[in-house]
């Protein structure tokens, strides 16, 4: 409509946008958790390991989640799932037992949710101060989250990038599910298929490798190259800047990706078409309106939640900080403006 004819679409990068590597670089700094926090994150899992196997001594914690996959901001919840067989037990009754112990030891807002599309217990340690939800036998959640580990060891690029977005994403209000708009799995997966992108790339595609590694969860079957330390020269090839790569990345998706026609995958590495995937229509709730195939459940749309309305919220967003990324003064802080 009229915003798009008004707007000018730069096809390269400004003169000038490696003024913007440094504060970028700062940017991501300020948001990494500080080790000692890392500490204490293990620390709980430690004491609720304890707690678990005094009813449950077969039962397995893992952390999964922004916790584990290694693009967590400072101060974030963690995510916990618990592993064990259920034989003929549910998983509400077992939900609310472990909530039980929890609170008959000190642990605060201790909260069992059981009719939540993923049932969980919440609780919040008063000794470290860390919230945590924890799920019972979510195992493909903890594959893909080391999945994502192992993408960002390669590049260094794809953390920073990572980083920004997600900062940005919040700031814009563009990060949750509940008002459809996108998960922050959903963003990093939208940063990996763009570095599997450009040209010369900056990640390969993991599971179009030799295989590894492999886990086979709930029938599905989770396969990829995980010796990753082999891969750290990958994207040396390609020298673009931070501050040339979030430029892009908002370019890719102002104006580059193909909303009506294309799906992201991170599992072949490049674009499906929604046809292929018999993704051209509603069906239920799904609207597909952006396609973002889960990595390893790969009749999954991420881009489920969004709907008509968000999509466009969505792409203005996009739009918004590719015009930014070219044209305004001081983009480290316009780009983060509280919508
Ligand atoms: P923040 O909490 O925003 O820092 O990010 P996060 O990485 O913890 O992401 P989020 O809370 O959105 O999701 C937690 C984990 O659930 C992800 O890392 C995935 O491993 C897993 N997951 C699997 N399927 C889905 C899905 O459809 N939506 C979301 N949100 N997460 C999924
Ligand atoms: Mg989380």
């Not at 893992?62 to 259920?86: P, Q, T, W």
């Not at 609310?96 to 919040?124: G, H």
Request: hydrophobic letters at 40%.
């Amino acid at each position: 409509g009229q915003r798009m004819r008004n707007q000018k679409i730069h096809t390269t990068y400004p003169n000038d946008i490696n003024r913007l590597n440094a504060p970028f670089l700062t940017m991501f700094e300020s948001l990494i958790p500080p080790n000692e926090e890392k500490v204490k994150q293990k620390q709980l899992l430690t004491v609720l390991e304890k707690l678990v196997s005094k009813e449950y001594p077969e039962a397995r914690l893992f952390l999964y989640g922004s916790c584990a996959n290694s693009f967590g901001f400072s101060k974030s919840d963690i995510d916990v799932c618990l592993a064990m067989e259920l034989q003929n037990v549910d998983k509400s009754d077992i939900l609310l037992k472990l909530a039980d112990i929890f609170e008959s030891n000190n642990l605060q807002n201790v909260q069992a949710l059981t009719r939540a599309r993923v049932p969980i217990v919440k609780l919040m340690d008063p000794v470290t101060g860390i919230s945590c939800d924890i799920c019972i036998n979510n195992v493909l959640a903890v594959v893909n989250t080391k999945l994502l580990r192992d993408y960002a060891q390669i590049d260094e690029r794809l953390r920073q990038l990572v980083f920004i977005v997600k900062h940005w994403a919040k700031s814009r209000q563009v990060n949750e599910t509940y008002h459809g708009t996108l998960s922050s799995y959903a963003y990093v997966l939208m940063c990996i298929h763009f570095l599997q992108q450009r040209r010369p790339a900056i990640l390969p595609c993991l599971q179009g490798m030799e295989t590894t590694y492999f886990a086979n969860v709930d029938n599905v079957e989770c396969a990829y190259f995980d010796q990753v330390e082999k891969l750290h020269n990958y994207g040396s090839r390609n020298g673009e800047s931070i501050a040339q790569l979030v430029w892009a990345f908002f370019h890719y998706w102002a104006y580059c990706h193909d909303y009506a026609n294309d799906v992201i995958s991170v599992r072949t590495g490049r674009t499906l078409s929604k046809r292929a995937k018999d993704w051209t229509r509603r069906v239920g709730n799904d609207r597909h309106l952006i396609c973002i195939e889960d990595p390893f459940e790969v009749s999954h749309d991420l881009g489920r939640v969004v709907d008509k309305f968000s999509i466009r919220v969505l792409r203005e967003e996009f739009e918004r900080a590719a015009q930014i990324m070219h044209c305004d003064s001081n983009p480290c802080v316009t780009l983060f403006e509280p919508y």
